[in-house]
C-alpha cells in the first residue's frame, strides 16, 4: 500500500484523515503546522511517540528533500535540485530581490510541450508532480533558509521552472488553494506568479477559478509563421487565441497579463517584428518581459546583442507597451530551467558507464 502524502492536504482534508483513525480532529492543524513549517514526524514535538511512528509508518510529511545545490558567486541565487521519493528530481532557484526571496519551482518532471529553446524538454514529460510535491519545493527552500539565515523565507512563488503547469491542472490549482491555507506557509496569490506556453482552453478555465494569480504568457512571437518555429503548441492555436484567452483573464481577474518573450537570433528579434508584436497588442492590459536567451546548443539557437534587445525594447516603448528586459540571475550556476537537471542525469549516466 502506497503511504499518505500529507503534505498535499488541507488542514480540513488532514483533520478528517485524523478522524477516520480515531485521532482527536485537533492532531489534524497540529500535523498541518509542522509539515508547513517544513518538519517531519520525529521533530513533531507535541504528538505522543507513539503516534509520530504510527503516523511515520503509514504516511510522508515530507515528499521532496534538497539533493544537490549550487550559490551562485555573483548574485547569491541558489540553484537547487530536489529529490522526489520515486527517484526522480526536478529543478529549482531561489532569487533574491530587495522585496524578499522568489522561489522558481517544477510543475512536472521534464515537459511535454517541446519548445525548441528550452532544456527542459528535450527527453519529455516523466510525470506530473502532486500538489504536496510542489509545496515541498518550498517547504525545502524554506528549511534551506531558516538554517542560514533564520529571519528569511519564500516570499513568492513562480511556476516557470521545468513543466507547463495548465498541462498539470488539477494538481496545480489544488496547490494554489493549499498556498493559501491561513496555518499555512501562507503565500499570498498576490506573490505568485504562473507561466503557460498558451493552453488556451485551461487559460479560460483558469481565469474562472478565482485564483488571482499573475499569468504569464510565453508568447515568443509576433504572428503564428514565427510561432510555430519555436513552439508546436503553436500549431494547435494561434497567436489570436492566445491573445484573447489572455484578455479573458485579465477581464476575469482585474490583472494584467505578462507576456514573456525570449528573443531568438534570425527568428523573432527583429525591429520589424517588435513593431508587429505591439500592433496585436495594443489595447491589452499587459507587460512584455523580453528574455534574453539561454544556448541551448542541442538546438542551434542563438540569443541576440545587447545592442539588440535594447533595439527591440525601444521600438516596444515607442509604440507605447510597457516592456522590460528581464535580469539575468545565478548565470554562473545554469540558473536556466532544464540545464541542471540534464548536467546532473548525464553525469550520472557516464558514473554509471564508468562503474
Ligand atoms: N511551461 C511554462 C513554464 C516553464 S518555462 C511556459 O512555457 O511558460 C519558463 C519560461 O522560460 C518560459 O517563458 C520559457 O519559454 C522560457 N525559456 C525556456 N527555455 C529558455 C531558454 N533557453 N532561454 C530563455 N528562456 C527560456
Not at 516557470?160 to 498539470?168: A, F, K, Q, T, V
Not at 512571437?221 to 484573447?244: F, H, I, K
Amino acid at each position: 500500500m502506497s503511504r499518505a502524502e500529507l503534505t498535499g492536504m488541507t488542514c480540513a482534508e488532514l483533520t478528517a484523515w485524523c478522524r477516520e483513525r480515531d485521532l482527536p480532529a485537533f492532531r489534524g492543524k497540529q500535523i498541518f503546522q509542522w509539515i508547513h513549517r517544513g518538519a517531519d514526524f520525529p521533530e513533531m514535538g507535541n504528538l505522543p511517540a507513539a503516534l509520530r511512528e504510527r503516523l511515520a509508518a503509514e504516511a510522508t510529511a515530507q515528499p521532496v528533500s534538497i539533493r544537490t545545490h549550487r550559490v551562485s558567486a555573483l548574485d547569491g541565487t541558489v540553484k537547487f535540485l530536489f529529490a522526489l521519493a520515486d527517484g526522480n528530481c526536478v529543478e529549482g532557484v531561489l532569487m533574491r530581490y530587495h522585496h524578499g526571496c522568489t522561489l522558481c519551482i517544477s510543475t512536472q518532471v521534464g515537459c511535454r510541450m517541446g519548445c525548441a529553446f528550452c532544456a527542459s524538454t528535450l527527453a519529455g514529460c516523466v510525470r506530473n508532480l502532486t500538489r504536496g510535491e510542489m509545496l515541498g519545493e518550498i517547504l525545502c527552500a524554506n528549511r534551506f533558509l531558516r538554517e542560514r539565515e533564520p529571519d528569511t523565507k519564500v516570499h513568492n512563488v513562480v511556476l516557470m521552472g521545468s513543466g507547463e503547469p495548465l498541462d498539470n491542472y488539477e494538481e496545480v490549482t489544488a496547490f494554489l488553494r493549499l498556498l493559501r491555507e491561513p496555518e499555512g506557509v501562507n503565500i499570498g496569490l498576490r506573490n505568485v506568479s504562473l507561466s503557460t506556453c498558451g493552453l488556451v482552453p485551461q487559460m479560460r478555465r483558469f481565469a474562472e477559478e478565482d485564483l488571482p494569480v499573475t499569468l504569464s504568457v510565453s508568447l515568443h512571437a509576433p504572428n503564428d509563421a514565427v510561432r510555430r518555429q519555436l513552439m508546436p503548441v503553436a500549431n494547435r492555436w494561434s497567436v489570436d487565441e492566445v491573445l484573447a484567452a489572455s484578455r479573458y483573464y485579465v477581464e476575469k481577474t482585474g490583472r494584467r497579463v505578462i507576456f514573456e518573450y525570449a528573443l531568438v537570433d534570425g527568428v523573432n528579434a527583429a525591429p520589424a517584428q517588435a513593431a508587429e508584436l505591439a500592433g496585436r497588442l495594443r489595447g491589452l492590459q499587459c507587460h512584455v518581459n523580453l528574455i534574453p536567451l539561454n544556448d541551448v546548443p542541442e538546438r542551434g539557437l542563438k540569443g541576440v546583442s545587447e545592442a539588440a534587445v535594447r533595439r527591440f525594447l525601444d521600438t516596444l516603448s515607442a509604440h507605447h507597451i510597457s516592456a522590460t528586459r528581464r535580469r539575468e540571475m545565478g548565470d554562473d550556476i545554469e540558473g536556466a530551467c532544464g540545464q541542471l537537471r540534464r548536467r546532473e542525469l548525464a553525469q550520472e549516466q557516464t558514473d554509471g558507464g564508468q562503474g
